[in-house]
Structures are given as C-alpha cells and as structure tokens.
C-alpha cells in the first residue's frame, strides 16, 4: 500500500485548503482511511476517517461541521476539504490506511499500519 498526500499550504485563517491522500498498491474495497495531524510540540491526533465500503465517516470534536473527508472511488483518492481553518489547526497532515478497521478503531492511531508522507498546513492569524 502506497499514500501520497498533498494540497497542504499557508493560509490565513476563515480560509481553506483541501488535502488529498492518493491511495495505491492493492484494492482498497475493505479499508478505511483516515487523516491525523501532529503540531509542534504534540501527540499525532485523529482528525478524520472514512469507511471505503459504505462511505462512513468519523471525525474529531474539534473540527466537526469544519471539515469534511470523502473519497473517490475511481481515483484511489481520499480528500480532506477543510474550511474556517483556524490558527489552531496548524500541523503535518498525515494519511494512513489500515484493512479491515471496526468503527470504533477509526479513530486510534495505534489502528493503522500504512502511512503517506506528510503535508504542512500552517494557518496564520
């Protein structure tokens, strides 16, 4: 399993940015994939996950009704659509993927064992 993630950038804050996490290597029919993101100085956090079967998504309390993960099926390609970004949200944006995942696992880092590079988002005040 291959991940290549992308779209992060500098943004001021009330803007958006969306990631892309383009998935490869194998089928990805019974995985979930999700995103977590690390500041300086803090944990990896769970940001977003998303079941590919049945398109069910989780999401972390601080970025509810904020941002929105989907995925397309044809390109092997999650996306992270993030709006009113805050300062706060700056961080490396990771994507990981792992076979199998029950829904209560979408949310635990120790859950995936697949990992793309990551990407900066910085959103200034």
């Known amino acids: 399993v291959q991940l290549q993630a992308c779209g992060g950038g500098l943004v001021q804050a009330g803007g958006s940015l969306r990631l892309s996490c383009a998935a490869s290597?194998?089928?990805?029919?019974?995985?979930?994939m999700a995103w977590f993101r690390q500041a300086p100085g803090k944990e990896r956090e769970f940001v977003a996950g998303?079941?590919?079967?049945?398109?069910?998504?989780r999401y972390a309390d601080s970025v509810k009704g904020r941002f929105t993960i989907s995925r397309d099926r044809a390109k092997n390609t999650v996306y992270l659509q993030m709006n009113s970004l805050k300062p706060e949200d700056t961080a490396i944006y990771s994507c990981?993927?792992?076979?199998?995942?029950?829904?209560?696992?979408?949310?635990?880092?120790?859950?995936?064992?697949?990992w793309g590079q990551g990407t900066q988002v910085t959103v200034s005040s």
């Open positions: 990981g993927a792992e076979l199998r995942l029950i829904y209560s696992s979408l949310g635990v880092l120790s859950s995936y064992n697949h």
């Open positions: 290597g194998h089928s990805f029919r019974s995985y979930t």
């Open positions: 998303i079941r590919w079967s049945d398109g069910s998504t």
